[in-house]
């Protein structure tokens, strides 16, 4: 099985999500047969990633400039902010390019299994902007689930008090989707949500 | 979607055999969100493996010292030498743990599709383990597919000289089937159940 060194390598890769033991192998393998062109300057590109990461104080997104990209970005609209649950999140939402305003990412939802209360959420920096003014319209983009719906609830609760429009993320039948595999919830909601052809 | 050098760690990442774009952004996230604790400690062990790794000039494995840890053990059995294809499949054989003997790493097989001929293939320093003598029987474990046929015969041809005994894995190895992804019990079973060629 090689040194322990390559030994080492497989059980870290293994640890990824997506990678298994036996796709940790195969990912090292192929590494290891080009350690001067592939292996390097994915480690360096790693070591200069874990260096340069910062949290962005202002939204929560992970980037190497804090403020991160999008809160410094003089084109974005400050007066309408996404609220969702995690980075990755937010990298869906702006790959899919519709969003034009600003990010304001959770770190999580409410969760009793989980044990994830109001404390564990990064909303105080949401609140702070709310407070200082300018805030036109909050859209809640948190997942379809039940912690996601609970999270919804208890933020419009918290947010009512700022008088300022909160609307949610529509559901429905997703672009591409066959009806027949979708599930009962999703169905019910996409009746719910018809608009006029 | 994150600074530039996260945006390339991103890349490095999707090149890895076994993660797509998806995958590639969702370990990212998992190593960004840890920086110190886990992304530090891969780029390290990349970096260290990557410096160490060498190909073991006897048979053709890949290990942090050469002659490798399998060819440098005492206690293996000079004399039963198992020929593969890739050290993928040489890992495979030390995790289903049948085989006593060392090894012969092809790095291919013959394939006028891929362009590959016997010049191609790592089996010099197997004559020359033949010529030295001390050899009692070569095992061919090479792949129940077309090329691995193809290989198996041209080196029986070229081993025939010899007058060594050459026996290939035949019973539990599936039709098209590379080595690597076989489960133990049936490379257990193929290794013991080998036929004279």
Redesign the interface.
């Known amino acids: 099985?090689?040194?322990?060194?390559?030994e080492?390598?497989i059980a870290?890769?293994a640890?990824?999500?997506?990678?298994g033991p036996?796709?940790a192998?195969?990912?090292?393998?192929?590494?290891?047969?080009q350690?001067?062109t592939?292996?390097?300057?994915?480690?360096?590109?790693?070591?200069?990633?874990?260096?340069?990461?910062k949290t962005c104080a202002t939204c929560g997104?992970?980037?190497?400039?804090d403020p991160?990209?999008i809160c410094a970005d003089p084109a974005r609209d400050r007066g309408l902010v996404c609220v969702v649950e995690?980075?990755?999140d937010l990298?869906a939402l702006?790959?899919a390019g519709v969003h034009r305003g600003v990010y304001q990412v959770l770190g999580g939802t409410l969760s009793a299994l989980a044990g994830l209360g109001p404390e564990d959420l990064n909303v105080g920096p949401l609140f702070a902007r709310l407070e200082q003014g300018g805030v036109r319209e909050i859209i809640l983009a948190l997942g379809a689930t039940v912690e996601g719906a609970t999270t919804s609830h208890w933020l419009q609760d918290r947010l009512a008090r700022f008088d300022v429009p909160v609307s949610r993320v529509g559901q429905g039948v997703p672009m591409g989707g066959a009806l027949d595999v979708l599930d009962d919830g999703t169905l019910a909601a996409a009746l719910l949500a018809r608009r006029p052809a």
Request: aromatic share 2%; glycine share 8%.
């Open positions: 099985m090689g040194g322990t060194d390559i080492r390598l870290l890769l640890r990824l999500p997506g990678l036996r796709s192998r195969r990912a090292a393998l192929a590494l290891l047969r350690p001067q592939r292996m390097l300057p994915l480690a360096q590109a790693m070591e200069q990633a874990a260096r340069a990461v997104n992970l980037d190497t400039r991160c990209g995690t980075v990755g990298w702006e790959r």
